[in-house]
């Protein structure tokens, strides 16, 4: 889904008092992020929990808007797994084709396809031990279905949520498992589903990758560490 980038604060925001401790820390983010945030959209369009895996497996390596728009085409011919199951990979690939990794991604729909009709009844099984044995879904697509269609907590950690938690000081990790982990610990369980959405739709908007200002981030404007801010200034001078 294509997202507009709100308007930014155009002067370094002050800390907020009395964050002295990781938990205090993500108690202000979480705050900052409910106030920006409150009810964001699962950005992956999709009518059941079939659609959500198959879009998800789309989307790696993949903008969610591009994703957006091959998936009426493709849903049309195989809006379930068992329609999908009497497909080949030559079959799905011309509705996939414009997705990074096109081929391996049809040769795996297919393969998913069957498996489900084969194993689980066509039906996509709640289970991470389960999802992350289907061709082409690993632990963080496992958990969007989990978390998107299930309601189960789990925190995908997308390339988004690895640098903003790195960024504002959640988890000093150099993995994603690492990072995830810190994650739950900062986080109530309760809150894991909201959030994993929250901090994509913030990073978008306010902390990207390039062109990123972290004296006019609404959160990096005080919880990135010094040394990070002037590191960032100076490549973005440098661009």
């Not at 810190?182 to 390039?210: E, M, S, T, V």
Request: with cysteine.
């Amino acid at each position: 889904m294509s997202l507009a980038r709100p308007p930014v604060h155009h002067r370094a925001l002050p800390a907020p008092a009395k964050v002295r401790t990781k938990a205090e820390r993500a108690a202000v983010i979480e705050s900052i992020l409910d106030a920006h945030f409150p009810q964001p959209a699962i950005p992956l369009d999709h009518a059941d929990p079939f659609q959500l895996l198959v879009a998800t497996v789309l989307s790696a390596q993949c903008t969610d808007a591009r994703v957006n728009q091959v998936t009426p085409g493709l849903f049309a011919c195989a809006r379930d797994a068992a329609t999908m199951a009497t497909l080949s990979a030559a079959d799905i690939l011309p509705h996939i084709k414009t997705c990074g990794l096109a081929p391996s991604k049809a040769k795996n729909l297919a393969a998913l396809a069957r498996k489900l009709v084969a194993e689980h009844r066509g039906l996509v099984p709640a289970q991470f031990s389960a999802l992350e044995a289907l061709p082409g879904v690993g632990h963080k697509t496992a958990s969007v279905v989990m978390a998107q269609a299930f309601g189960v907590p789990a925190f995908p950690v997308d390339t988004h949520i690895f640098r903003l938690a790195r960024r504002w000081q959640l988890s000093r990790g150099d993995t994603v498992e690492r990072v995830e982990r810190d994650l739950k610990a900062a986080f109530p369980a309760p809150r894991w589903n909201l959030l994993h959405l929250q901090i994509i739709y913030f990073g978008r908007a306010y902390c990207p990758a390039r062109g990123h200002d972290p004296d006019r981030c609404p959160i990096c404007a005080w919880a990135m560490s010094e040394a990070a801010r002037r590191r960032e200034r100076r490549e973005g001078r440098s661009a």
